[in-house]
């Protein structure tokens, strides 16, 4: 169990140091290394989530380094979302035949690839996009797809809504980051619970794993203080481009 311990803390340092990678390597894991069904590996998952991003969110709450507004704007389209998300799967396995996690996975790889490309030849070019433009933003709507995708799959709740606010706001990185663990934390909360209540959830699992995700992600917290602006946006790229490589 101290190997389990162990990637919970490798994922707990990359969701606080970018609010990214949750999903998106711990689902995988969960069915390749520890041999989870699908279901239980995104029910698991998202619990697991759920307690790391509070560890996270009530360090960025403290940092000030969290734009309340945009959470709400978010959360009140995301939450539903993830809640039809979760009812969607218990309906496809009654009555389709359909690997819903590879096609989603295939369409978010794709997508990660194209906003990390659209921000890397943002920050490399002259002009900025006016912060004015987040008040056009639909993010209502935005969170509830984004918030269906994460309830189908667990994979987004932090990298998908990281690119939303990436390509929609001139929030400093350290905002970006804090911003986005915070409206995560609420999104894998009422999708886990969701998950919990149809029995998809390993929770002496979820235990193991918290053991080194909590001192993992506390750490990562701190660190977006530390690392300059620049670094931690090109490394919030890279980490897009990766990971939508190896999801297509």
Do not use: C
């Not at 969110?57 to 979302?81: C, E, M, N, Y």
């Not at 035949?97 to 996975?105: H, T, Y």
């Amino acid at each position: 169990m101290l190997t389990v311990s162990f990637t919970g803390f490798i994922v707990g340092l990359l969701v606080g140091l970018t609010g990214m990678g949750g999903g998106l390597l711990m689902t995988p894991l969960l069915i390749l290394l520890y041999g989870f069904s699908p279901t239980m590996a995104v029910g698991t998952d998202l619990i697991y989530a759920t307690v790391t991003k509070a560890v996270g969110s009530f360090q960025h709450f403290h940092q000030k380094t969290v734009d309340w507004s945009i959470v709400r704007r978010l959360a009140k389209g995301s939450v539903p979302g993830g809640l039809l998300g979760v009812l969607t799967i218990q309906a496809l396995k009654r009555f389709a035949n359909l690997d819903i996690e590879q096609v989603l996975g295939q369409f978010l790889g794709l997508t990660f690839i194209f906003v990390s490309l659209f921000m890397l030849i943002k920050m490399t070019g002259k002009t900025e996009r006016p912060s004015e433009w987040i008040n056009k933003v639909p993010l209502g709507w935005v969170g509830f797809l984004g918030g269906l995708l994460v309830g189908l799959t667990s994979v987004g709740s932090g990298t998908l809504f990281m690119a939303i606010l990436l390509s929609s706001t001139s929030l400093a990185a350290a905002k970006l980051v804090g911003t986005d663990v915070v409206h995560a934390f609420f999104l894998t909360l009422s999708a886990g619970a969701m998950h919990a209540s149809f029995g998809h959830v390993n929770v002496e699992f979820v235990a193991w794993l918290l053991l080194g995700s909590v001192p993992g992600i506390l750490l990562g917290g701190r660190l977006t203080l530390r690392v300059p602006d620049r670094a931690l946006r090109i490394g919030i790229i890279v980490v897009l481009f990766v990971t939508g490589i190896k999801m297509v």
